[in-house]
């Protein structure tokens, strides 16, 4: 039985969790969940035994110096809470961690055990995968349940993914076999620049899961650490005339699949969006489109790498 002591009542709580490890190309997914705990100040309340869980010859544990005494900080997974204000506040459980080495199914069960003293109301898990897209254009997110009628009412995929799967797949049935809404969210990261940070997946992430629950998230630095990223493979890819073709490639690929529906249905969602901040109040956050998006010239598709996506 899990017993929470210190953490308040809390309102129409989302838990928002991300892992390290094979479903985190690029750090992105970790992170989002970091700068959400950062912005807002999280406050963790719980961790789990990392001996449960981890192969300490895999994630091993580092030494450090707090006044002058060596300590251990143990490779684990730990929960924090946020309250986000505004007129209809509400809270936020976050969880990140490493992938578990062991015993995944009673991770899953514990962190469902939290979920459910804490009633929690949606869980939404990020990932990041490697795929064939450019990093010149937008980062595609896909947003995947089990829940048909989930997939319905918040204009999901409903996942149809056969194959390997990580932490994040595992948790989402973990979450669907016990009623408990689950959503994932996943960002597709350059395969040729996958190591991190990747700041602008980070900030896609961020971008879609604030449209999915209604809240909206402090974006800091990283609107421009993002063009700073892009621009810094822009010129990494200029001086490899063969990476520069491969780009272009990739550039056509996704544009050419994406016109029909970046001259319809693509436009009226991010004017809505625009419009749904802009009547919330404010000016848009740094980064933001002040006006709905032109179509893209055509171009191409980058067609994801199916052996490394997820649900």
């Given at each position: 039985?899990?017993?929470l002591?210190?953490v ?36 963790v ?5 990392a ?6 010859q ?9 006044g002058?005494?060596r300590?251990?900080?143990w490779p ?54 490697l795929?064939?897209t ?6 595609p ?5 089990s ?45 040729y620049?996958?190591?991190p ?29 993002a ?85």
């Amino acid at each position: 039985m899990i017993e929470l002591e210190g953490v308040p009542e809390l309102i129409d709580p989302v838990m928002v969790a991300a892992f390290e490890g094979w479903n985190d190309a690029g750090d992105a997914a970790s992170t989002a969940v970091a700068h959400l705990e950062r912005e807002w100040k999280g406050e963790v309340f719980a961790a789990l035994d990392a001996e449960d869980y981890y192969d300490f010859q895999v994630n091993r544990p580092t030494v450090f110096m707090d006044g002058g005494v060596r300590k251990i900080t143990w490779p684990t997974t730990r929960l924090s809470v946020v309250r986000v204000g505004g007129e209809k506040p509400r809270d936020l459980v976050l969880v990140r961690g490493i992938e578990p080495s062991m015993r995944w199914r009673s991770f899953c069960n514990e962190l469902l055990g939290f979920a459910h003293e804490l009633g929690v109301e949606l869980v939404v898990i990020l990932g990041a995968l490697l795929g064939d897209t450019p990093h010149t254009r937008p980062v595609p997110i896909s947003g995947t349940t089990s829940d048909t009628d989930l997939a319905q009412r918040m204009d999901l995929e409903e996942t149809k993914y056969e194959g390997p799967t990580g932490i994040v797949g595992v948790l989402q049935e973990a979450c669907t076999h016990a009623g408990v809404p689950a959503v994932s969210l996943w960002a597709a990261v350059p395969h040729y620049v996958s190591q991190p940070p990747n700041p602008k997946a980070t900030l896609a992430l961020l971008n879609r899961l604030e449209d999915l629950i209604d809240v909206r998230i402090p974006l800091g630095e990283l609107p421009e650490d993002a063009r700073a990223w892009q621009v810094g493979v822009d010129q990494l890819a200029a001086e490899d005339s063969e990476v520069a073709e491969y780009v272009q490639t990739l550039e056509e690929a996704r544009d050419t699949a994406e016109l029909p529906e970046a001259s319809g249905e693509a436009i009226a969602r991010e004017f809505e969006r625009y419009l749904r901040r802009r009547d919330g109040g404010g000016p848009p956050a740094p980064g933001e489109r002040m006006r709905p998006p032109k179509p893209p010239k055509p171009s191409g598709e980058a067609t994801e790498d199916e052996d490394s996506s997820d649900d």
